[in-house]
């Protein structure tokens, strides 16, 4: 199985501490991967067990200790998209492509927020007129 980025990045600490496990930068790296990687971790877990809450929270955790983490905003847009926060969702897709401005996930979930606070402000026009969009 291929490692992602994240991935090989918590490998390459891990190597890193064995190397030279007296080293406090490498320590303090180390515990704030793992701390990051234990949240995106209990994020997805909490995510697939559809427990959007509690996954944004979790995924909120992991951008404090690594604030440039695309994926974590990402993924934090996911589940205030199921939670019906689209404006938050939003923010959180534009922090995340703040970071990679061509990061197609962040896009998508941005779009189809945005096609959410769309609908739910053009609704009242649709009920009286649905002849509206044409």
């Known amino acids: 199985m291929a490692l992602g980025r994240f991935d090989h990045a918590v490998s390459s600490i891990d190597k890193a501490r064995i190397i030279d496990p007296g080293n406090t930068e490498v320590i303090t790296m180390h515990n704030k991967v ?31 200790q ?37 990061y197609t996930k962040a896009l998508l979930r941005r779009a189809a927020s945005y096609g959410k606070v769309a609908y739910f402000v053009l609704q009242p026009f649709l009920f009286f007129n649905p002849f509206f969009l044409i």
């Open 34 to 64: 793992k701390s990051v990687a234990r949240a995106r971790s209990l994020g997805n877990e909490l995510f697939n067990s559809g427990k959007f809450s509690e996954a944004c929270v979790a995924y909120g955790e992991g951008l404090k």
């Open 66 to 102: 690594h604030p440039v983490n695309k994926v974590l905003y990402c993924n934090r847009a996911a589940c205030r998209f199921k939670l019906e926060q689209w404006e938050k969702s939003i923010e959180d897709c534009n922090e995340a492509l703040k970071i990679q401005p061509n």
